[in-house]
């Protein structure tokens, strides 16, 4: 089972610890919307509240915005309808432009709010550069988010998502060397937990896979990506009958998420291949 899929590609960024970009690295670009257009401006927030219904327009409305002057909030809504529309490339670089433009004529030392929407852009890039698979951009990204933010995990599980991406596994498992506490209301450390897990086992390190995925469980006991990850770990091991009940429950549980679709697709060349781990 040459074609077994990398697990970091399946890791959602649900919730951030970091405050700043918390509410604009959620599920998709309309919710990212609605956490934005109740903490800006009304013009940005009339902007935003109309993208899930005609991202099409509010594309337009928003680019007649800037070119009359509309600053970053309207680069901000124009890049977040792009994703919306499907185009992932050029949201990408216009959250690339716009974190270049937040940051113009100010240091790594600009005042916390400053150097917060500078990250925030440039960790929105990283993360519509990374959905489009350009692994390269996605890592220049997220380093330009941590330049702004360091230590920021969610700017960390980014970075780490594009070494991996890069097959550059031992690199991403230093990025995630030092994740905080398990505190119970962190989810982003399930991911990160999970990430380096994957990037253990693509090493050989089931051991300190299972480790990382048995303190991602620890956190959230239910999590599909954590149980299809597990999944991959005891198929690994030699374990079939586990890996099946691992993906047996991410079905169960999430019937109709992504990660069901997946473990669907392990599941079915098991069974066309079971001597083949």
Known sequence: MTKRHVAANHITMKRTL?????????????????????????????????????????????????RRGGGLEAGECAALAQMETGDIKGAAARFDALALAAGQGHSVQAPAGQAARAASYAAQAA?????????SSGLKSAREALRWQPRCLICEVLLARAQAMQNDYAA????LADLP??????????????????????????????NDIAAALLIAPDDSGALLERGILHMRSGDLSAARADWDRVIATSPDAHDADLARQDEDLLAADPDDP
């Open 18 to 66: 970091c405050t700043v970009l918390g509410m604009l690295l959620g599920a998709g670009p309309v919710s990212q919307a609605s956490a934005a257009a109740g903490n800006q401006s009304p013009a940005l927030a009339s902007c935003l509240v109309r993208l899930a219904d005609n991202p099409a327009g509010t594309l337009a409305e928003a680019l007649q915005w800037e």
């Open 127 to 135: 993360r519509a550069w990374l959905q489009a698979g350009n692994a």
């Open 172 to 175: 991403s498992i230093a990025t």
């Open 181 to 210: 506490p398990q505190d119970g209301e962190s989810e982003d450390v399930v991911d990160a937990y999970i990430l380096r897990a994957s990037d253990q086992r693509h090493l050989g390190n089931l051991k300190s896979g299972f």
